[in-house]
């Protein structure tokens, strides 16, 4: 079955430990099938913008806990020049996590275009903030 398409973000947090408000939303799109998770790495800035990456198992045991479910299938996916970027973008006395995924969801699609003879010929993300201008210009219009 084909992959479906794959993305990374880096999300910023203040402070520099991992609370884990994020993993119920996280686990949701993991355990529907809608993502699958191909690498997680943990990223620490500190006040002087020295920056440290982490894997799952060499953060606090407390802090580790609530991000089991989640952990990458393919741990090393992302380099150290990765990381590098990444950190260089925190703010300091920030942590981050860059996940990679998977868009699961669209293997199936994929699949069926495949099947189809079909290709791919354009994929762009259209930023939100351009979707919620236009759905308000055509409020107006109304």
């Not at 994929?110 to 010929?121: D, E, M, P, Y």
């Amino acid at each position: 079955m084909p992959r479906g398409p794959l993305e990374y973000v880096i999300l910023e947090f203040p402070g520099n430990r991992f609370s884990g408000e994020i993993v119920p939303a996280l686990h949701e799109l993991v355990s529907t099938g809608v993502i699958r998770i191909v690498d997680l790495v943990f990223i620490k800035k500190n006040g002087d913008g020295k920056v440290e990456s982490l894997e799952l198992s060499a953060l606090d045991p407390d802090e580790a806990a609530v991000f089991h479910a989640l952990d990458g299938e393919i741990n090393g996916l992302l380099s150290e020049h990765d990381i590098k970027l990444a950190g260089d973008q925190l703010q300091p006395d920030c942590s981050a996590a860059m996940l990679v995924w998977e868009n699961s969801w669209a293997s199936r699609f994929i699949s069926a275009v495949q099947n189809a003879n079909g290709r791919l010929v354009a994929h762009e993300r259209i930023p939100v903030e351009v979707f919620e201008e236009a759905v308000a210009a055509a409020k107006a219009e109304v």
